[in-house]
């Protein structure tokens, strides 16, 4: 049982390149979640799913992109990426409320 | 709209001090409230999560507990170690909506 997996640990990009953020679940859980962790600003939520086939905006969804096409895996994308998506991103599962959390991608935008 | 604020940001105390952080949430129609650690540069840990019908939860010497009409959960450890030092976030959840994270309280324990 791995629980939440997200590949990869580390990412440079350059201003405008795209790239997907893995995440994975072993644990069948219907909700998902992406969040970025920024100095001072705390977990912020990017995107989040119920289920296969179901997505829904965050608070900070601008310039990312995911998709639900199995219950175990939830990437996010970014189309273009910017200086202002260097962060720490944090995937989560969880089941009657309470959440799990893969050890983060660290990415950044030169 | 839950929003969960945590009192103190920081926190720095000699090692073998027991000592309480504090979570406090607006919407008293929380279900859980879950209580993690992140070390610097790290994931989330979860520590202990306190459901709907619990009112505490204990992990070795750790205690949350939860008190929906005031609003608040406090996390207690007994006997700090320098090892304890780390940010400890708190997330609360409200039935078919998103979790809700504090901004943390950063703990140092000191030698």
């Known amino acids: 049982n791995a629980g939440v997996t997200q590949t990869p640990k580390f990412q440079v990009l350059k201003t405008g390149q795209s790239m997907t953020l893995q995440c994975a679940q072993d644990m069948n859980h219907e909700y998902m979640s992406w969040y970025r962790q920024d100095p001072g600003m705390g977990l912020r939520l990017i995107h989040y799913?119920?289920?296969?086939?179901?997505?829904d905006q965050g608070e900070v969804p601008n310039g990312y992109n995911v998709s639900r096409s199995t219950t175990e895996d939830f990437p996010l994308r970014l189309l273009s990426a910017a200086p202002s998506q260097t962060s720490v991103y944090f995937c989560a599962s969880s089941h009657a409320g309470e959440q799990y959390f893969g050890p983060g991608t660290r990415l950044t935008v030169t | 709209k839950q929003e969960v604020t945590q009192i103190p940001a920081a926190l720095s105390v000699p090692e073998g001090e027991n000592l309480v952080l504090n979570c406090s949430f607006t919407?008293?129609?929380?279900?859980?409230l879950q209580w993690f650690r992140q070390d610097p540069g790290k994931g989330l840990t979860s520590l202990l999560l306190i459901q709907s019908s619990q009112r505490e939860q204990t992990s070795g010497r750790l205690n949350a507990s939860l008190d929906k009409s005031s609003g608040r959960s406090t996390l207690y450890i007994a006997a700090s170690q320098p090892g304890d030092s780390a940010t400890y976030l708190c997330?609360?959840?409200?039935?078919?909506?998103?979790?809700?994270f504090g901004p943390g309280t950063r703990l140092s324990v000191l030698p």
């Open positions: 799913s119920v289920g296969a086939g179901i997505t």
């Open positions: 919407d008293s129609a929380i279900y859980n």
């Open positions: 997330a609360g959840y409200n039935y078919g909506q998103n979790f809700v």
